[in-house]
T-cell receptor, first 116, second 114 residues
Framework: DPKIIQKPKYLVAVTGSEKILICEQY?????MYWYRQSAKKPLEFMFS???????DNQTASSRFQPQSSKKNHLDLQITALKPDDSATYFC???????????????FGHGTKLSVL | TQTVSQSDAHVTVFEGDSVELRCNYS??????LSWYIQHHGHGLQFLLK??????VVQGVNGFEAEFSKSDSSFHLRKASVHWSDSAVYFC????????????FGIGTLLSVKP
């Protein structure tokens, strides 16, 4: 059973629209993250949350907004979608607070977003 | 600023061969180094990590990696690969002060032929 659930697995959107990527983890972890994997680029850190509070934000655009309604949820809202946003978005979690540096990350299977 | 370089985009070996996947990093301070594996269509899975102590660290499924400060490297090795080891391998670093913000390399695709 996957312990980190990302929905949907595939998502097609039109330019200018808004989408929400869902992430729930059932590992009892306190820290959650979003990473993006674009074609032919390294996996890129976007956000980290600890106890539902934003710890770090490396995404320049305000079009990307994480939303944490519960400790085990970290959704990603993307507005005014552009073709360059096409990527696979991975949610991850780790046991402790986000400030601990040597924790292994547990990744979901990803949401592949295609913006036409 | 930390950077990670994986010089081999694609490595092909036969089942039973040994393999070394290379990773070089640049950063002046204390860092954490790790390797992750990604099978096609799946998320990344942790293999192993290093911060201090014995420079050779053991991971899952017979993988090990060796840290070298002089070479700024953290190469991944396996003595005898299996076809199921075919996947993309990512090296990652994080600075001691950056929490779990991992900086990933571009990845190395390992293809294991029967």
């Amino acid at each position: 059973d996957p312990k980190i659930i990302q929905k949907p697995k595939y998502l097609v959107a039109v330019t200018g629209s808004e989408k929400i990527l869902i992430c729930e983890q059932y590992l009892g972890h306190n820290a959650m993250y979003w990473y993006r994997q674009s074609a032919k680029k390294p996996l890129e850190f976007m956000f980290s949350y600890s106890y539902q509070k934003l710890m770090d934000n490396q995404t320049a655009s305000s079009r990307f907004q994480p939303q944490s309604s519960k400790k085990n949820h970290l959704d990603l809202q993307i507005t005014a979608l552009k073709p360059d946003d096409s990527a696979t978005y991975f949610c991850a979690s780790s046991p402790g607070a986000g400030g601990v540096s040597n924790e292994r990350l547990f990744f979901g299977h990803g949401t592949k977003l295609s913006v036409l | 600023t930390q950077t990670v370089s994986q010089s081999d985009a694609h490595v092909t070996v036969f089942e039973g061969d040994s393999v070394e996947l290379r990773c070089n990093y640049s950063y002046g301070g204390s860092i954490y180094l790790s390797w992750y594996i990604q099978h096609h269509g799946h998320g990344l899975q942790f293999l192993l990590k290093y911060y201090s102590g014995n420079p050779v660290v053991q991971g899952v499924n017979g993988f090990e990696a060796e840290f070298s400060k002089s070479d700024s490297s953290f190469h991944l090795r396996k003595a005898s690969v299996h076809w199921s080891d075919s996947a993309v391998y990512f090296c990652a670093v994080s600075a001691g002060s950056s929490g779990n913000k991992l900086i990933f390399g571009i990845g190395t695709l390992l293809s294991v032929k029967p």
